[in-house]
């Protein structure tokens, strides 16, 4: 008898043993899955042309944000939250999901909108959510300033926009001289770019790109130097009182810097303080080409850009 109650006692403890390693398996297996359902990530964040963390009302906004989805996107959101804390006009937040990123995995989100013309002024919480089809998410939050436009530092406006082919006008005041023009090798090619609305410091680049190089900056600090034809750099330093900021200033009687030149098909660039070898990286070429204005003020944060499209016969 006591043989017996001995074995029984020996099945039940295997039993529960048993049952023990089953049930801790299944916790472990729970625990594993839930370990394996990873988030997405998000890198290079941009808020505001320059990624300056502002915004003007009723003006153009510019947002940027690399995203990997952990499984595959569902939606992408921001929202612009009123910060505890902060004193506003008026109660205000705004939010836009998109939605085309869906079942990809990866994105470049890459969007422009306008700062909506109800909006209040004041100091933000600028939220990022990505939400992926595997049930989770990423949320980042960011700080945001929106300005009224009569109240930011330093706004930056074209007042003079001119080129000049061989020192005849091609182009000024929005409008080209002769639609056919083109340039060609050994042309020369000058541009005149004056900005209102400037003060502290600040630099300017005037740039040629090829539209085929595909290379788009935004902003100063965007710029591929090695895919870009840098017809002018000049900068300004103290300055106290908002007012024109040109690569060809004026003190009211004569002009206080010569104009740069670019002979076209050179093998230089006028970049400074080293000029870049055009021909090794073959920068020279037909079609058209991008002749961009970049504005950034460094005091302040602010850039401002502006472009129009020349065309080349070489």
Same mark, same amino acid.
């Given at each position: 008898?006591?043989?017996?109650?001995?074995?029984?006692?020996?099945?039940?403890? @295997?039993?529960?043993?048993?049952? *023990?390693?089953?049930?801790?398996?299944?916790?472990?297996?729970?625990?594993?899955?839930?370990?394996?359902?990873?988030?997405?990530?998000?890198?290079?964040?941009?808020?505001? @042309?320059?990624? &300056?963390?502002?915004?003007?009302?009723?003006?153009?906004?510019? *947002?940027?944000?690399?995203?990997?989805?952990?499984?595959?996107?569902?939606?992408?959101?921001?929202?612009?939250?009123?910060?505890?804390?902060?004193?506003?006009? #008026?109660?205000?937040?705004?939010?836009?999901?998109?939605?085309?990123?869906?079942?990809?995995?990866?994105?470049?989100?890459?969007?422009?909108?306008?700062?909506?013309?109800?909006?209040?002024?004041?100091? $933000?919480?600028?939220?990022?959510?990505?939400?992926?089809?595997?049930?989770?998410?990423?949320?980042?939050?960011?700080?945001?300033?929106?300005?009224?436009?009569?109240?930011?530092?330093?706004?930056?406006?074209?007042?003079? =926009?001119?080129? *000049?082919?061989?020192?005849?006008?091609?182009?000024?005041?929005?409008?080209?001289?002769?639609?056919?023009?083109?340039?060609?090798?050994?042309?020369?090619?000058?541009?005149?770019?004056?900005?209102?609305?400037?003060?502290?410091?600040?630099?300017?680049?005037?740039?040629?790109?090829?539209?085929?190089?595909?290379? &788009?900056?935004?902003?100063?600090?965007?710029?591929? !130097?090695?895919?870009?034809?840098?017809?002018?750099? !000049?900068?300004?330093?103290?300055?106290?009182?908002?007012?024109? !900021?040109?690569?060809?200033?004026?003190?009211?009687? #004569?002009?206080?810097?010569?104009?740069?030149?670019?002979?076209?098909?050179?093998?230089?660039? &006028?970049?400074?303080?080293?000029?870049?070898?055009?021909?090794?990286?073959? @920068?020279?070429?037909?079609?058209? $080409?991008? =002749? @961009?204005?970049?504005?950034?003020?460094?005091?302040?944060?602010?850039?401002?850009?502006?472009?129009?499209?020349?065309?080349?016969?070489?």
């Amino acid at each position: 008898m006591i043989k017996i109650k001995s074995e029984k006692m020996k099945i039940t403890k @295997l039993i529960l043993a048993s049952l *023990f390693a089953a049930i801790a398996f299944s916790s472990c297996s729970n625990d594993d899955q839930e370990q394996e359902k990873a988030i997405p990530a998000i890198d290079k964040i941009e808020l505001g @042309l320059g990624n &300056n963390e502002t915004g003007t009302i009723g003006e153009d906004f510019h *947002f940027n944000a690399e995203i990997i989805a952990a499984d595959k996107i569902e939606n992408v959101q921001v929202k612009i939250v009123q910060k505890s804390g902060e004193t506003y006009s #008026k109660v205000w937040s705004h939010e836009i999901t998109w939605t085309q990123y869906a079942g990809a995995k990866n994105a470049t989100v890459h969007k422009h909108f306008d700062i909506p013309e109800d909006a209040a002024e004041g100091k $933000y919480d600028f939220i990022i959510i990505v939400k992926d089809q595997n049930g989770t998410k990423l949320e980042i939050k960011k700080n945001l300033t929106i300005y009224k436009i009569e109240n930011i530092p330093v706004n930056p406006v074209v007042s003079v =926009f001119t080129v *000049f082919i061989n020192d005849a006008f091609m182009y000024r005041k929005g409008k080209f001289s002769d639609a056919e023009a083109k340039f060609k090798n050994n042309d020369i090619f000058s541009s005149q770019i004056t900005l209102e609305g400037v003060k502290g410091d600040g630099i300017m680049y005037l740039l040629l790109i090829n539209k085929n190089v595909k290379h &788009n900056p935004e902003s100063v600090d965007q710029i591929d !130097f090695s895919k870009v034809i840098v017809y002018d750099v !000049f900068e300004h330093k103290n300055v106290a009182d908002a007012g024109q !900021f040109s690569n060809i200033p004026w003190d009211g009687v #004569k002009f206080t810097r010569d104009t740069p030149k670019l002979t076209i098909g050179a093998a230089k660039d &006028n970049n400074s303080p080293v000029p870049q070898d055009l021909t090794a990286n073959k @920068l020279w070429a037909s079609g058209n $080409y991008t =002749f @961009l204005v970049l504005y950034k003020n460094t005091t302040y944060n602010i850039n401002f850009s502006q472009a129009i499209e020349l065309p080349f016969a070489l």
